[in-house]
């Protein structure tokens, strides 16, 4: 046995969920030129899987795959069909939810705990949308021509592409590929290539319960430029991308050289308020899931606590305490509450944001240091006294460093809050009604939390503003992004 599924084998029921072949037209194929690409485990820097690394023919050949799966699929199944499907799928995840997140557990980093919440999490979107799946209902319009009927068909967009981030391995798959389904699309999925793992894992389980190979491709690769691919072939119809503002307004623009549908979930800067008028163990308590989940690595994670100047210090004394209590070390260890970082340019980009915030007059209250040995690990942190010139105000930190600014008035929280060219969430606490309601208005997110730090779920319309991207994922709304509206006019009808 090569040396690094030595890791890895041991610790699956089912070895045959690890896979490090591509899956194109229906087979586990390595990539055509035979390269592979190494993906690393945080905790320990060591080699977990070597895996096809798929040039640009290799995803061109995908894409054909696809296209043609996808005009099988959809003539062949009923919408009641694909969500039996879906729901199959559903089962499937439910019942290997263990190794699913062992796998995802050893590539990403995150505690075991967190692996499996977001394996649950996964599944939630298949089940919501096997759900969905048989009420994509059209309409019927009164015309203003008479003797004429308007109807609506909502239809699958055709071939979708899909490139997903490593911060949530199976969620961010599972949401845009069950709705996908659900509709009739079929899709092409690149994976990370920090995280391919679980991908490869959950297609196998998706393929072994019947949805059919070629509905689903994927593609892992670390050529970003053979990635481009999926923006700028001309059978892809759609383009779904979870990622950095950066990326993300790359891929809009090539896509735009076909006029792809785009949806993107771009980066975030969240705010998270705690006016005076809070429960400051609850707000305390919250900020501990919405900053530390993951390890600060989600896009709505509280990038910027505000906290009010008469409650400040109470407030950050408080979430000392409770980051204290954080067990620092490897998702696997039974001890761990909070695992590494996903890389080391992850760890230099917390330490950055801290050399910064000192310099300019901040105050360590706890944690402050990448600990010695190997792993990308970096304490859990706290900083007082942070102010808007300080680069973490500005840039999304996406590790575990919780910096507390202070207002003096609503209208001062709101314009701070508000101060960012980023609009994905915001989270804010306070008892006061009326300030729920202005505050909520007020604020320039997709996504708000009131009295909570945790908003994720599948029944919410997931997205942003701003340059936070573009469209709305999970939610009633989640299958639209997958369709195309044809009008159909019937004219003269009383022939
Ligand atoms: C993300 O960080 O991109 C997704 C977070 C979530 O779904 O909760």
């Known amino acids: 046995m090569a040396q690094h599924l030595k890791t890895f084998l041991p610790q699956l029921k089912k070895s045959e969920l690890f896979i490090e072949d591509a899956f194109i037209d229906g087979q586990w194929v390595k990539a055509k030129d035979g390269k592979t690409f190494e993906v690393y485990e945080p905790a320990t820097e060591d080699v977990l899987g070597r895996v096809a690394n798929c040039d640009r023919d290799d995803i061109k050949r995908a894409i054909e795959t696809a296209d043609l799966g996808q005009k099988k699929f959809y003539k062949s199944t ?65 015309s203003s021509t008479p003797n004429t009927t308007v109807l609506t068909f909502k239809q699958p967009i055709g071939t979708c592409g899909i490139i997903t981030p490593w911060n949530f391995p199976a969620a961010m798959i599972t949401r845009k590929i069950a709705p996908a389904i659900a509709v009739g699309c079929s899709v092409v999925v690149k994976p990370p290539s920090e995280t391919p793992f679980t991908a490869l894992a959950l ?24 990635a481009t691919e999926l923006a700028t072939n001309p059978i892809i119809k759609k383009l779904s991308f979870t990622g ?39 707000a305390a308590d919250a900020a501990m899931i919405c900053k530390f989940r993951c390890s600060g690595q ?18 950050t004394k408080k979430l000392v305490a409770r980051v204290a209590k954080l067990q ?46 190997k792993g990308f690990f970096h304490e859990p942190t706290v900083l007082s006294g942070v102010t808007p010139e300080m680069l973490v105000a500005n840039d999304e930190t996406f590790g575990p460093l919780a910096p507390v600014f202070t207002f003096e008035s609503e209208e001062e929280a709101v314009r701070l809050a ?68 044809k009008s159909v006019t019937i004219g003269n009808t009383d022939l």
């Open 328 to 373: 620092l070390g490897a998702g696997m260890d039974k001890s761990t509450t909070i695992g590494p970082l996903v890389n080391k340019g992850g760890v230099d980009k917390v330490a950055a944001h801290i050399t910064d915030a000192v310099s300019k007059g901040a105050k360590i209250e706890i944690g402050g240091k990448k600990p010695a040995g």
């Open 298 to 315: 989600t896009c709505v994670c509280a990038n910027r606590i505000l906290a009010h100047k008469s409650v400040a210090a109470e407030f």
């Open 244 to 282: 950095s503002t950066g990326v993300g307004k790359m891929l809009t623009q090539l896509a735009a050289g076909t006029m792809k549908k785009v949806s993107m979930e771009l980066g975030g800067n969240a705010p998270f308020i705690v006016f005076a008028d809070a429960d400051l163990d609850l």
């Open 78 to 142: 009923t919408a009641a069909q694909r969500g039996v499907l879906l729901r199959k799928w559903y089962d499937a995840i439910m019942e290997n939810e263990e190794d699913l997140a062992t796998i995802l557990c050893l590539e990403n980093g995150k505690t075991l705990l967190e692996a499996r919440g977001e394996i649950t999490y996964a599944a939630s979107y298949v089940l919501w949308f096997s759900e969905e799946a048989p009420r994509a209902y059209g309409e019927t319009i009164p």
């Open 418 to 485: 508000n101060a960012t060219e980023f609009g994905l969430a915001g989270y804010f606490f306070s008892r006061d009604v009326g300030r729920v309601l202005r505050v909520a208005r007020a604020l320039e997110v997709g996504m708000v939390g009131v009295n909570t730090g945790k908003i994720s779920e599948a029944a919410l319309p997931f997205g942003g503003v701003k340059e936070s991207g573009l469209g709305r994922e999970g939610s009633m709304y989640g299958l639209a992004e997958y369709q195309v509206i």
């Open 203 to 226: 297609t196998k389980l998706a393929v072994d319960v019947g949805i059919p190979p070629r509905t689903i491709q994927v593609v892992p690769t670390r050529d970003r430029t053979a």
